[in-house]
Structures are given as structure tokens and as C-alpha cells.
């Protein structure tokens, strides 16, 4: 304990293919002629116009944020990037940022499966931040706003005697409103933040798990 506090406390200072058939003539019992009511040269171009057609994508359905009305639809569900799979600085850099991430989807949506997937139930303030959120999406209510931002993540990549890593990231969150069924705020709204914060962040299992989350006071 005494090894993280104080590595935690340097860290913080260390700052289409489209298929077409062919119109196939077939010859008939008429000495190879054309079957009654068939035009070779309208089944030829039938054919070239059908190979010429590009099928029409179906529209994905729009983002659209949370606001007094109601709640956020569709929101993108965040991808772990090809990066962040590999025990390398730039893949550490690349969780944190994915994990932020998953933390801000949790805002717009409720949903907090995303975090709990690469996260330790050991993270104290982790647990505070999911079951708030919980609590605040019951009986149908949601949140307005409270965007996540990670304008700097940094690490010097190296490991701590437990194997972790720290990982300095400055976080600016947008102000949240929360709303309950019919458009009134059941709460007062939290005003827009920007603070530092220290993870501690392993990799095991072939992938990147956060285990700790510090705030810089």
C-alpha cells in the first residue's frame, strides 16, 4: 500500500458484391427458335439494366442526445481499439481514453455493462460512480449532457511492484441535468468539471483491466 500511495503520488507530480443472372434463351420443340412472346434483345438489356442497379443501403438510425424530452437514442456503443489490445504505452494510453469512453456512454445511456467488463469491483470510487448512475436511471428517469472529454492521457509505462501501471489523465466533463418521466429535474444539476486523475491499470488475460481510479486533489 505504502509502494502505490507513493508511486501514485510521484505520478502525479511526473504530470455490395452484387449478384446479376443472364437471360438464358431456351431453345424449344420450333427448331431452336425462340419461344412465343420472346425478344432476345428486350431480355438482353433487361438483364445489362438489373446488372447496372447498386442496391440501396439501409440508413443507419440517427444519434440523438438526451435533452428535457427524453432520453439519449442511439447512442454509438464505444469499440476497444486495435491498439489498446497490446501491453505496450501506446496501448495502455489508448484503454485509458476507450475506458473514458465507456464511461461517458454510461452517462448518456444508463448502461454500465460496457465498464463492469474491464473493470475490478475492488475500484472504490469505480463502484460509487456506477451505482449513482444506476440510481439516477431508475423508474425511467435519465440524464442531459455530462459529455466526457480526455484532452491529456500519460504514463511512463512503467510497471509498479504489484505489475500494475499508473496512467495520469485529465478528464472535463460538461454540465448534467437528470430528468424524471414528464421532463422535471429531480435533482439539481452538476456543474462541468476538470480534474486529474491517477489509474492503476493491469494487464492480464491478454487485455487491459482498470483496477484503481484516484482523483488529484
Given amino acids: 500500500m505504502t509502494s502505490r500511495t507513493s508511486s501514485l503520488t510521484r505520478l502525479r507530480y511526473s504530470v455490395a458484391a452484387f449478384m446479376a443472372a443472364s437471360a438464358l434463351a431456351l431453345a424449344a420443340c420450333n427448331g431452336g427458335g425462340n419461344p412465343p412472346g420472346t425478344d432476345p434483345t428486350s431480355a438482353s438489356a433487361s438483364a445489362s439494366e438489373s446488372a447496372s442497379v447498386t442496391p440501396t443501403p439501409t440508413p443507419s438510425a440517427a444519434y440523438k442526445p438526451a435533452d428535457a424530452k427524453g432520453k439519449a437514442q442511439n447512442v454509438p456503443v464505444p469499440v476497444l481499439p486495435e491498439a489498446a489490445k497490446t501491453e505496450t504505452k501506446e496501448g495502455l ?125
Avoid at 100 to 128: H, M, Q, R
Wanted: aromatic share 12%.
Fill in 93 to 217: 494510453e489508448a484503454f485509458a481514453d476507450y475506458w473514458f469512453k465507456l464511461l461517458d456512454y454510461a452517462y448518456e445511456t444508463g448502461d454500465i455493462s460496457g465498464l463492469g467488463a474491464v473493470t475490478s469491483p475492488a475500484c472504490e470510487l469505480c463502484s460509487n460512480i456506477t451505482t449513482s448512475l444506476s440510481t439516477n436511471y431508475e423508474g425511467d428517469r435519465w440524464l442531459a449532457g455530462g459529455k466526457l472529454v480526455t484532452p491529456s492521457i500519460t504514463t511512463t509505462f512503467t510497471p509498479e511492484s504489484d505489475g500494475s501501471y499508473q496512467v495520469l489523465v485529465q478528464v472535463q466533463q460538461a454540465a448534467i441535468s437528470y430528468f424524471a418521466p414528464g421532463g422535471s429535474q429531480f435533482r439539481s444539476p452538476t456543474p462541468p468539471s476538470d480534474t486529474g486523475n491517477v489509474l492503476l491499470v493491469e494487464f492480464k488475460d491478454r487485455g487491459w483491466y482498470l483496477s484503481g481510479l484516484h482523483p488529484i486533489r
